[in-house]
């Protein structure tokens, strides 16, 4: 009995260096191995949307599908078995990550796959999963931290200027381009691809005040740029002293 | 009348707890109203914009506005009352948007109101009340003042740029594009949405001189968006440093 | 004589004051005077670019243009003549800007105007003299002294860059697109209004390998912008910690 | 025999002098003419894509190159001869570069030219070499070899946030838009060109669900502008304080 419980505590910590320890070289393999079929189910997942295709290699997409979602069920279970603090990782960002990459599979089963297709949709969570083989990231994910409540408050004051930009557009245009400026909602398109600066060129100010006050808009875009650029650059400079010291 | 006055003082101080601290239970509910409120009536004057909207509607909405401006008066007259130096609140960034968000509305009361239309969109300055209630943007605010005559040179510098960018454009594209580059004036609108990197697609040069002349204003763009973004960036990290300091 | 000498001595000096220090009261009416003609110099230059102008509008701003250029000679000669070091001034930047700013009209008088309009295009730098007036111009200019060997080698990197995303543009989009993609120079155009990320529209791939090439030359447009950004950044941190210490 | 090898000694010393050491005049002289023959060079293969070319000039052009290859060949040569670590010379960046320069001569010769002329646009990273003869850029390159890892995870977030955003467009906009958004593939050239903030115009999307969608992509696409530029400011800035202490 008690032999019992040793081995299955072996075998549990055997599973653990597989799993969690990407340094082992049974880890490594395990890894890579996730990581191949990750991509190679995303593209699996693209190519099902090809049109025109072949009905032969959509039968061998959907299987590899199945396959697929099998093994990462069978993983997620496994990160679940080997976690210390299993609720933890369950609720952590990988953990949700790793669920949302298997359940649409599960919801679609057995139901109608066309109305479900929007869910499927979110198996693209999945790539994701590449961002937890590396500790690069973590560093990135500090400076976003540090920077969180200036971010929101940017993201704010960003929707309220495309709002004020959308609704000013719309005064100075829509007596003029009624079709394209049809409402303060249709103006927001025009706002939002302007404010960043993205400028699709499929709306755009034809008078003069809608001109001028594009010009007032964009000097506002740059400082929008400029302005998480600047948290950015100034939370990586302290997050590097940091380290240093 | 002792006693009054004393009433008097605890009901100001009770009203001045509700109105400007938002930590206690009544400042927060009343805060969170007044913003549910902001944000309503700012969907409701962008769905008044709407074509072929319906007549019942279009009367809740305006039933609506009155609701909404009378409130925001109240609420504009309350501030004024618990406020320790009223001229100090009247005169502040936001005493002036608080006004500004409810004064088209007496405006434009008793006159045709399609012709005052254009005030009543200062409404929209309305939305700029959210940034109120955030002490996060105070820093970003500090940001600013720090930078103040950096970027009032910089868009000096800007304006005078896109002049000459518009004078040249003009030299090279007028002769080819007569139509599109009519004049300096209309040139502008070429060099302003170029030196941002928007780029529409409506008007850009077409003869070999015109573009090379391009290239080369491309090339102060990107310092047009890098200088804001590093004065930003750099007066960033001295707020952070002396925060911590 | 020593008396005369004396006088002469304090004309100019009484001058200079005036010419050269803006905190005196002769001093800043002098100066705000030349500002506001530079500025309605530059706005008659553009008016007179407009199509079907009245004639009679067009004769007096020939003859505005005549009074601006004299009283610009006058200053000119004033500047030489209080300047302490005469060559010192002659040649630095503003020296050069207020030559500029009056010799096209010299050089056309007399001789077929139309032919030479180029050279009065010149007088855009006019406008540059604005930037004379500050002092917070310096500390920008500074900073750009501060990066110039980075800003060439930065300059000269992305010469190559656009060369070889035009090259390899034209390989890939030239069979498909021949009208467009001409030869090596067509494609500089959407090389340089790519790698910017302006993106006017007018040209872009259709091929795969054209697109994917594109998705990699973007990569490389991204750093394109946030190296000068960087740069800047940086040089301006080092900037204020100099002024600081 | 003693007197041979000091001799050979002397010249490969001299030679060492004239390729390596751009301080010595004949240094300057030779690398002055490496430079402008590569410019040269540059020129005449962008100059052969010109349709409509005189076949006198393309012959020129052609016994042009047959000299740059041998005048480059034996410049090769000479930096092995004359480098003290041969391997390190030949697997070095620029001894790589200065093999790509000249090989696609070779390759070509003998064989139909046509079919290999996409080994022969390998011939622009000639250019390339430029960087060789500065300084400045190491400086750079320090900057780059500092956060090569965040720039690599930063490479990896982009194309898992490109493709993800190329299916989210998909789901939104084929069935409105099935010939532009066919399949995520199609949909991934959208997805590059609005995250870069390109915005050519040829595609993007129309339907509320689709607008909204890019209205997210876009304001990730700030945060993909922004890192890379504070990643290189805050990098910088470090380079400075190492060289300065």
Not at 18 to 31: C, S, Y
Not at 182 to 195: C, D, G, P
Request: hydrophobic share 55%; proline share 3%.
């Amino acid at each position: 009995m008690n032999n019992k419980i040793r081995q299955n505590f072996s075998i549990k910590k055997r599973l653990k260096e597989i799993v969690e320890r990407e340094e082992t070289v049974a880890g490594k393999v395990f890894n890579l191995f996730i990581m191949a079929l990750i991509l190679l189910s995303v593209i699996s997942l693209s190519v099902e949307t090809l049109p025109d295709l072949d009905p032969n290699i959509l039968r061998v997409l959907v299987i590899f599908e199945l396959v697929v979602v099998i093994i990462f069920s069978i993983e997620y279970l496994l990160r679940i078995y080997v976690a210390d603090r299993k609720p933890k990782y369950i609720f952590s960002f990988y953990g949700i990550i790793d669920l949302l990459a298997i359940v649409p599979f599960y919801m679609a089963a057995g139901i109608d796959l066309r109305s479900i297709r929007i869910f499927r949709l979110l198996r693209v969570f999945r790539i994701l999963k590449f961002t937890r083989y590396s500790e690069a990231a973590t560093r990135l994910l500090n400076v976003f931290k540090m920077i969180k409540a200036e971010l929101l408050i940017f993201l704010l004051i960003t929707i309220c200027i495309v709002y004020i930009a959308a609704v000013g557009i719309y005064y100075f245009e829509s007596p003029t381009q009624p079709e394209i400026f049809k409402s303060v909602f249709h103006s927001l398109w025009w706002a939002v691809t302007t404010i960043t600066l993205l400028g699709y060129g499929d709306v755009y100010p034809v008078t003069i005040g809608g001109r001028i006050f594009t010009y007032l808009v964009l000097m506002v875009s740059i400082a929008m740029i400029a302005i998480p650029t600047g948290l950015i650059a100034s939370a990586l400079s302290k997050e590097i002293d940091l380290e240093a010291s």
